[in-house]
């Protein structure tokens, strides 16, 4: 069963950093490209950022370029977002996702797309004073 589990959210005020983690079980996860995509209440998802399967191909939504970086950590089946000058609209559950088939070079970060099958629960990022 493939499953992803997403952590590091919690509550951070503004200008400050957090790294959100997302483990796999059941599968490699350095062979599916990813992504993160986060939902505020009362909103659409929206991609944040995705890192392909080699690694080469990372993508970041305009909202977000130059605060946040996404890594792979093969050695424990990981794959991390740090983000930086954190803002309150970035309040919102964060979500980690695999593409459908494996071995996906290039990814992407439009939900449109619908290439994304396996979803972790999410985590809670919060941005206040």
């Known amino acids: 069963q493939l499953q992803l589990v997403e952590s590091g959210g919690g509550l951070v005020q503004p200008g400050g950093s957090l790294r959100l983690s997302c483990t796999a079980s059941g599968f490699a996860l350095d062979y599916y490209a990813i992504g993160w995509f986060r939902q505020a209440p009362g909103k659409e998802r929206e991609g944040v950022s995705c890192?392909?399967?080699?690694?080469?191909?990372?993508q970041y939504a305009d909202s977000v370029k130059g605060r946040l970086t996404i890594s792979r950590d093969g050695a424990n089946n990981t794959v991390h977002m740090r983000m930086n000058s954190l803002k309150p609209e970035d309040t919102a559950v964060y979500y980690c996702a695999a593409e459908r088939d494996p071995y996906s070079a290039v990814c992407t970060v439009m939900p449109d797309k619908g290439l994304y099958e396996y979803w972790g629960q999410g985590t809670q990022v919060t941005v206040s004073s």
């Open positions: 890192i392909g399967s080699s690694g080469i191909d990372i």
